[in-house]
């Protein structure tokens, strides 16, 4: 169509959707300002703000939410856009008046059925607060019926009759009443259940501690939770220690303070009237780089993800120096094509028995390796992301064993509506 018509502005809004679905977001800007200058619509700049928003360029996704708004005032998508911008600077007033506006009338979302054969009905379960598990990779619309469902805003007292229910509510120290209510809308459900909302809540920061209490090879850091005014006047630790926000993820408001001064400058940039305080574990190899690696729990079973290295202690695969050095990707390729001859047996034992006491479905785990080759956690939750593909030619032998655990989930809830692949 493109070919055809350059400016023919429904193939451009799609492109830009297929661009940003496969991970090319600047070429995805492109095509949908292409799309505006064919047509002010408010769903381009919806459109582009959830691309800024994926990168976490609050001020851009901002301006263009706006834009929508401008453009159609009560439009929901752009309200829940806000929402999210608004929970991220820590503005909850605003967060929550967006969310009122966004979602209070999109509750429940029914998605087409592209299949042949008679569908498998899912509910899918998250929360308008964010902190849902990325489903998209997993419910194949040619097997799956799914009938989303926002928690907070869902008035029935009784979910929809379905083959599964798919909680994707994953972030216990955000979604604590969402998952409360999750709980309460399955009690009348026979229906099969993928990560009961129970066993969720207590993957918090402080209960994800609790649950590893014990367990042989494994070191969990101390971690509470604590009012801010509390953490200022005595802190539970000596310097170093961590402070972060509850409820933010990917290194938003996430800090290691070293002294008093640092300690005070931290608080006062943190959003909320409680922080957790996080015992400081050394996570730094013999050549002085920090190693996060991470593995998925499938059904009970261990799937190796991702290794990243970096020369700073906050570690994150977008920001680490995998891309650059040839030598951290061939690590990470001994770790994922070999996981117990990388990190020893000692520390597959511990990953596995703390998978089993997660008692959930599909979940993941964060970790470091000391030199004595035990385990130190940094998180164990249900709120975790597996890529599905590479932009960079140079990262692509991790699509594989992406594959690996997007197939284990697809035959994981295959047989929880009772089928399997043929």
């Known amino acids: 169509m493109i070919e055809q018509d350059g400016a023919h502005f429904d193939a451009l809004v799609a492109l830009g959707n297929l661009l940003n679905r496969t991970g ?28 800024y928003l994926d990168t976490n360029d609050l001020e851009l996704a901002r301006k263009n939410f ?38 209070r009338e999109r509750a429940v979302t029914v998605f087409p059925y592209r299949g042949s054969t008679p569908p498998r009905r899912v ?27 926002f928690v907070e805003y869902y008035a029935e007292a009784t979910l929809p009759e379905t083959d599964l229910i798919f909680n994707a509510i994953g972030d216990a120290d955000r979604c604590a009443r969402a998952l409360a209510r ?26 994800t501690g609790d649950i590893a209490r014990g367990i042989a090879n494994l070191i969990a850091p101390k971690t509470i939770l604590m009012k801010k005014a509390a953490l200022a006047a005595e802190p539970p630790f000596g310097f170093p220690f961590l402070v972060r926000a509850p409820g933010f993820h990917t290194g938003m408001y996430f800090t290691r303070v070293r ?46 993800l991702h290794l990243a290295i970096a020369s700073d202690w906050k570690v994150h695969y977008y ?11 061939w690590e ?59 932009t960079n030619p140079d990262l692509a032998y991790r699509v594989p064993y992406q594959q690996n655990v997007i197939a284990a989930v697809g035959e994981m809830l295959l047989r929880s509506t009772g089928s399997t692949r043929s």
Not at 319 to 329: F, G
């Open 182 to 207: 999750a709980s309460m809308l399955l009690a009348g459900s026979p229906a099969a259940v993928i990560n009961r909302p129970e066993r969720v809540m207590r993957t918090s920061r402080v209960g």
């Open 123 to 149: 509910v899918l379960l998250v929360s308008a607060l964010g902190g849902n598990v990325a489903t998209s990779d997993f419910l194949d619309d040619r097997i799956y019926a799914t009938t989303r469902i």
């Open 66 to 103: 706006e834009r929508a708004l401008e453009l159609d005032p009560v439009q929901p998508e752009a309200h829940q856009g806000m929402s999210y911008v608004f929970a991220r600077t820590g503005d909850e007033e605003g967060a929550e008046r967006h969310r009122d506006a966004g979602f």
């Open 332 to 390: 990470e390729q001994r770790f994922l094509s070999g996981k117990v001859a990388a990190i020893g047996a000692r520390a597959v034992r511990a990953l596995r028995e703390l998978g089993q006491r997660l008692e959930l479905d599909y979940a993941g785990i964060d970790f470091g390796v000391d030199r004595g080759g035990n385990v130190l956690l940094f998180e164990a939750n249900a709120n975790m992301i597996v890529p599905s593909r590479e």
């Open 259 to 304: 002294n008093e001064r640092e300690l005070s400058a931290a608080l006062a940039e943190l959003p909320g009237t409680e922080v957790i305080a996080i015992e400081y574990l050394d996570t730094r190899s013999t050549d002085g780089k920090h190693r996060k690696y991470r593995a998925m729990v499938v059904a009970g079973e261990l799937y190796p």
């Open 24 to 51: 090319y977001r600047s070429a995805a800007r492109l095509s949908y300002m292409e799309a505006a200058k064919v047509r002010q619509s408010p769903i381009v700049y919806v459109n582009l703000g959830n691309t």
């Open 319 to 329: 920001t680490s120096e995998m891309a650059s050095d040839a030598d951290h990707r």
